[in-house]
């Protein structure tokens, strides 16, 4: 079991790490260059939007976003500060909590879209063919799945 791995996979480790953060990178500076929150914020605004009105219980956004309690917490409080999400009482549990989207929320997310999918394209789609994009996504999946 203790089989090191081969310099194609090294290698192709690398490249899927580099690839990432180039990636990521390009994501926040545009972010930042359009005076929007970071993208940390962005897959909490979209799970939350796609719950309208319902929203989710702050478990529920750990499962979806695979985030420690403790980092989400703060990143929620973050985005409350900022007037993006707001907690309201469950109706289930007293004690509990459902985070909600705001309607500023929502238009942030939708701006913060704007720019998201322009730099998806500048750093995929303007470098891969759709066929590419649909081999790099078939390898890829066989490491998620």
């Known amino acids: 079991m203790n089989k ?9 480790w690398v490249y899927l790490l580099k690839a990432q953060n180039a990636a990521m990178g390009h994501v926040e500076a545009m972010f930042k260059k359009g005076g929007l929150p970071p993208f ?3 897959d909490v605004l979209w799970e939350l939007e796609k719950e309208d009105a319902v929203g989710l219980r702050q478990f529920q956004l750990e ?10 917490s703060r990143l929620l409080t973050r985005i409350e500060k900022a007037e993006y999400v ?11 909590h459902r985070v909600v ?8 997310r939708a701006k913060m879209w704007e720019v998201y ?8 789609g303007d470098r891969l063919s759709d066929k590419q ?10 490491l998620v799945d």
């Not at 499962?63 to 989400?72: A, I, K, M, P, T």
């Not at 707001?86 to 509990?96: M, V």
């Not at 994009?133 to 066989?142: D, F, G, T, Y």
């Open 4 to 12: 090191k791995p081969s310099d194609e996979v090294v290698m192709a």
């Open 40 to 42: 940390s914020w962005y």
């Open 63 to 72: 499962e979806r976003l695979l985030v420690s309690q403790y980092g989400l």
């Open 86 to 96: 707001e907690r309201l009482p469950c109706s289930e549990d007293g004690r509990g």
């Open 101 to 108: 989207i705001t309607r500023p929320g929502k238009k942030i």
């Open 117 to 124: 999918s322009q730099a998806i394209n500048t750093a995929v």
């Open 133 to 142: 994009c649909e081999q790099l996504k078939r390898l890829l999946a066989n």
